[in-house]
């Protein structure tokens, strides 16, 4: 087998490091949680021979999480890949919302274990449905880590300035993200979507209230990449009493 076709999955020292570096190749890629970043992470291992699978062990959606860990945004720690080719990947701010209901809630019952939730600290259901779920986001927010790190705003992981990044991909360009990984590496590269939703939801099977909660949640996501992405509620019509939302941290 040549080098080219050759499996390069070493074992791998796992740190803490914000970003995910590819020290072969002098690739950056900042992950932002439901944007494809299970399969960029797939991706990124095939090309990067300081990346393994331990011996014996089947890959999955969380082999490459522990691979890769996702990290927030850090100014100081990107700027030491200044002269590397750096990307990420966006997705549509209301589908990646509604995903997080579909993955997380519904398809791996993230809230089920909810140590509030299964401890009487808060009174909510396990299963939502999804109009539940999305009017009360700020409750499960607080309330259950996992839905808070893949519910925040992108800004949050990605960093305040898009124009930091060499390549931004859609997630619907992850086709050619493989290719040009490819091109760049000259490594062998197959794109296979891991961690694909089986539950299939969208706006039109939300009650008017839930878009609205929506619309006001996400304005200032859409705002962030509105180079990529139209809003689909259009702009709010009545903003007098309205303030800047506040970051998260």
Same mark, same amino acid.
């Given at each position: 087998?040549?080098?080219? +076709?050759?499996?390069?999955?070493?074992?791998?020292?796992?740190?803490?490091?914000?970003?995910?570096?590819?020290? *072969?190749?002098?690739?950056a $890629?900042?992950?932002?949680?439901?944007? +494809?970043?299970?399969?960029?992470?797939a991706?990124?291992?095939?090309?990067?021979?300081? %990346?393994?699978?331990?011996?014996?062990?089947?890959?999955?959606?969380m082999?490459?999480?522990?691979? $890769?860990?996702?990290?927030?945004?850090?100014?100081?720690?990107?700027?030491?890949?200044?002269?590397?080719?750096?990307?990420?990947?966006?997705? /549509?701010?209301?589908?990646?919302?509604?995903?997080?209901? %579909?993955?997380?809630?519904?398809?791996?019952?993230?809230?089920?274990?909810?140590?509030?939730?299964?401890?009487?600290?808060?009174?909510?259901?396990?299963?939502? /449905?999804?109009?539940?779920?999305?009017?009360?986001?700020?409750?499960?927010?607080?309330?259950?880590?996992?839905?808070?790190?893949? *519910?925040?705003?992108?800004?949050?992981f990605?960093?305040?300035?898009? +124009?930091?990044? /060499?390549?931004?991909?859609?997630?619907?360009?992850?086709?050619?993200?493989?290719?040009?990984?490819?091109?760049?590496?000259?490594?062998?590269?197959?794109?296979a979507?891991?961690?694909?939703?089986? %539950?299939?939801?969208?706006?039109?099977?939300?009650?008017?209230?839930?878009?609205?909660?929506?619309?006001?949640?996400?304005?200032?996501?859409? +705002? $962030?990449?509105?180079?990529? $992405?139209?809003?689909?509620?259009?702009?709010?019509?009545?903003?007098?009493?309205?303030?800047?939302?506040?970051?998260?941290?």
């Amino acid at each position: 087998m040549s080098a080219r +076709g050759r499996s390069c999955l070493r074992l791998r020292r796992v740190g803490k490091a914000m970003v995910i570096a590819v020290k *072969a190749h002098r690739i950056a $890629y900042m992950a932002l949680p439901k944007a +494809g970043c299970s399969t960029v992470k797939a991706a990124l291992a095939q090309v990067d021979p300081d %990346t393994a699978v331990p011996e014996g062990e089947a890959a999955d959606v969380m082999t490459w999480h522990r691979l $890769y860990p996702t990290m927030r945004f850090r100014p100081h720690r990107w700027k030491a890949y200044d002269d590397w080719w750096r990307f990420c990947v966006v997705r /549509d701010p209301l589908k990646r919302l509604l995903s997080v209901y %579909t993955n997380r809630v519904v398809g791996m019952r993230e809230l089920h274990n909810c140590r509030k939730i299964l401890r009487g600290r808060v009174d909510l259901p396990m299963d939502p /449905d999804p109009d539940f779920f999305f009017q009360n986001l700020r409750a499960y927010v607080e309330a259950a880590s996992v839905i808070k790190h893949h *519910a925040l705003p992108a800004w949050l992981f990605l960093g305040p300035d898009l +124009g930091r990044y /060499d390549r931004i991909y859609r997630t619907s360009e992850l086709a050619l993200f493989g290719e040009e990984l490819a091109e760049r590496t000259g490594c062998r590269v197959t794109i296979a979507r891991e961690n694909r939703s089986e %539950t299939r939801l969208g706006p039109d099977d939300l009650a008017p209230e839930t878009r609205s909660v929506l619309r006001d949640h996400l304005e200032e996501e859409y +705002g $962030y990449l509105a180079e990529f $992405y139209e809003n689909p509620f259009g702009p709010r019509l009545h903003r007098a009493c309205t303030g800047t939302a506040r970051r998260v941290s």
